[in-house]
């Protein structure tokens, strides 16, 4: 992986469908359990959409996101697929700030027909149904077509156990809303809590099934480094969930929203036919996305296909002080080679039910990247004991394989050198 910390970017292939990610890094309060880049306290909110968009022009005039190969102010021509709010908790936007950021965005290239606007929302977000059935209006008049309802759980205790500061009638109440006025509608939830039963789990995949989602994002429970879970488990305050017991929660999950019509489209990701998240497939289907906002990461082709790696400073208030132009100070940048390309591909296709396209890939990064990249004896000897199947173009995690993801991905995937510093 090559640094690079200049303004001077290599030249980019233009044309590629592009993607926008967009991070508001505040919540109201920091969930025990999550490692986002997000805090507690006073949004800045004029200040961070200020910058924001003039990040946008930034990085437009920096050729980064322009859409010609000769004119790096071009504005015309790029494909837009997405663009996607996620956080910390975005739904703590007024709804003008994220007006002015889809504009701004708009301008960044040509809006495909089912152009795709995401905002992630928390139940807490809002002080009434009424306050959130209003909210939700005026993002639609916004051009917001999709959101993402974080309720994490139907049962009291397990919200009061994951330090959620909603309930479940106001996480409902939400959705009501949330479903009054969008067709798209996502709800996270998150399964492998202590004392957890299958039955109470199997209820909330069926309540939520039978209220039409269109989408539904189910999550595992992990501790995270350096959250105040991981501290209280390491102190032995509670253990978490055995595998088998992840294990049995997954199968379940797998196969009771299937049975309700869904299809398991990405290892958590659920969708009704054709409701899959477009920005989230683009981007696991190595799609080009830029990251703008706090900690944001962004990936971009490179003219020789390679890809270019960009990352945002971390912490908001460094984002919010950082001197403009941001390219050289707030944007960290390195250059993957084709190898280290071919294997963050596989990373994320393999999360897919259509898994890894090993043809494409080779034929984007080369024979000899994929070779160095991926252990083919590994993926043949893992098809024979049945954790992956084979695809017309590549290979797949089948059933018992998916819940064994990381174990997979450790055997098929070679060791790269560690770059010298
Ligand atoms: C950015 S948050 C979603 C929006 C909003 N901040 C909220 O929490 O309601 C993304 C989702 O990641 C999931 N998540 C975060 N940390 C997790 C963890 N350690 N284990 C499982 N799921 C987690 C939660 O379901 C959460 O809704
Ligand atoms: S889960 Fe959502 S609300 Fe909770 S700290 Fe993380 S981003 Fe914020």
């Known amino acids: ?13 233009m044309g590629e469908p592009l993607a926008v990610y967009v991070h508001w890094p505040w919540c109201k309060a920091k969930c025990p359990y999550c490692d986002f880049n997000s805090h507690a306290g006073q949004p800045h909110e004029e200040a961070y959409v200020d910058a924001l968009l003039n990040d946008f022009t930034e990085l437009r005039e920096a050729s980064l996101i322009s859409a ?12 837009l697929v997405s663009l996607f709010f996620g956080g910390g908790t975005p739904s703590l936007m007024h709804w003008k700030s994220i007006a002015r950021v889809i504009e701004a965005v708009a301008d960044l290239g040509t809006a495909q027909a089912d152009f795709e606007v995401t905002v992630e929302c928390n139940p807490t977000s809002f002080e009434s149904p009424a306050d959130a059935k209003r909210f939700f209006d005026e993002l639609s008049v916004a051009g917001v077509n999709r959101v993402s309802i974080g309720i994490q759980g139907l049962n009291d205790e397990a919200l009061g156990f994951l330090g959620r500061e909603h309930n479940v009638a106001d996480a409902l109440r939400t959705l009501d809303a949330a479903q009054a006025v969008f067709k798209r509608v996502n709800a996270d939830v998150i399964y492998g809590l202590p004392g957890q039963t299958p039955v109470e789990w199997e209820t909330l995949l069926r309540t939520l099934a039978g209220r039409e989602l269109a989408h539904l994002s189910a999550y595992q429970l992990t501790i995270e480094p350096q959250t105040a879970f991981y501290s209280q488990v390491k102190r032995g305050a509670w253990t978490p969930v055995d595998s088998d017991t992840e294990a049995h929660f997954f199968e379940t999950t797998h196969s009771l929203l299937q049975a309700c019509g869904y299809e398991n489209y990405e290892i958590s990701n659920f969708c009704r036919p054709g409701e899959a998240c477009r920005h989230n497939l683009h981007i696991w289907n ?78 984007r990064f080369s024979d000899s990247a994929y070779e160095a990249a991926v252990d083919e004896p590994a993926v043949a000897f893992l098809m024979a004991k049945g954790l992956l199947n084979t695809r017309p173009q590549g290979f797949a995690l089948s059933t018992a394989g998916w819940p064994l993801l990381d174990l997979v991905l450790q055997q098929i995937l070679r060791p790269l050198p560690v770059p010298q510093a």
């Open 286 to 363: 190595g799609g080009d996305y830029a990251g703008v906002g706090a900690g944001a990461h962004g990936r971009l082709t490179l003219r020789d296909g390679t890809r270019l790696a960009t990352r945002v400073v971390r912490q908001p208030e460094a984002y919010l002080c950082a001197p403009r132009p941001p390219l050289g100070s707030i944007y960290h940048t390195a250059k993957l080679d084709a190898t280290e390309s071919v294997q963050e591909a596989i990373f994320a296709s393999l999360r897919l039910a259509t898994g890894v396209d090993s043809d494409r890939l080779k034929k």
């Open 68 to 79: 010609s190969e000769n004119d790096s102010t071009a504005v015309l021509g790029r494909p």
């Open 1 to 13: 992986m090559t640094q690079l910390y200049s303004p001077a970017l290599p030249a980019l292939r």
